[in-house]
Nanobody, 123 residues
Framework: RFSCRASGGGLVQAGGSLRLSCAAS????????MGWFRQAPGKEREFVAG????????LYADPVKCRFTISRDNAKNTVYLQMNSLKPEDTAVYYC????????????????WGKGTLVTVSS
């Protein structure tokens, strides 16, 4: 069974940076497109960024474009989210998720979800 878990969250001041990691195990990692999602307090979970199985295709939500970068290392079964120029509105629990065989990041279509990691951005 495929599983993944996000880590790397913490408290950071506005304007700072964090790098989240999502380590996967259980199945062939390179068969899965990966995505990052987040859920802020009192809000619905939303898409943040996605990356195809080989890393050649990436997609970002408008609020994070030019500030966040998603990448993956298939040799390490890990996907990353580099977050720069953080804003208080980026405060949320961040989740990684996987979908088999296609580059699509609709929440309802993701096959596996990992436990989240909390990112808090202070003003």
């Amino acid at each position: 069974r495929f599983s993944c878990r996000a880590s790397g969250g913490g408290l950071v001041q506005a304007g700072g940076s964090l790098r989240l990691s999502c380590a996967a195990s259980g199945r062939t990692f390179s068969n899965y497109a990966m995505g990052w999602f987040r859920q802020a307090p009192g809000k619905e979970r939303e898409f943040v960024a996605g990356i195809s199985w080989g890393g050649g295709t990436t997609l970002y939500a408008d609020p994070v474009k030019c500030r966040f970068t998603i990448s993956r290392d298939n040799a390490k079964n890990t996907v990353y989210l580099q977050m720069n120029s953080l804003k208080p509105e980026d405060t949320a629990v961040y989740y990684c998720a996987a979908v088999f065989g296609r580059s699509s990041w609709d929440q309802d279509g993701m096959d596996y979800w990992g436990k989240g990691t909390l990112v808090t951005v202070s003003s």
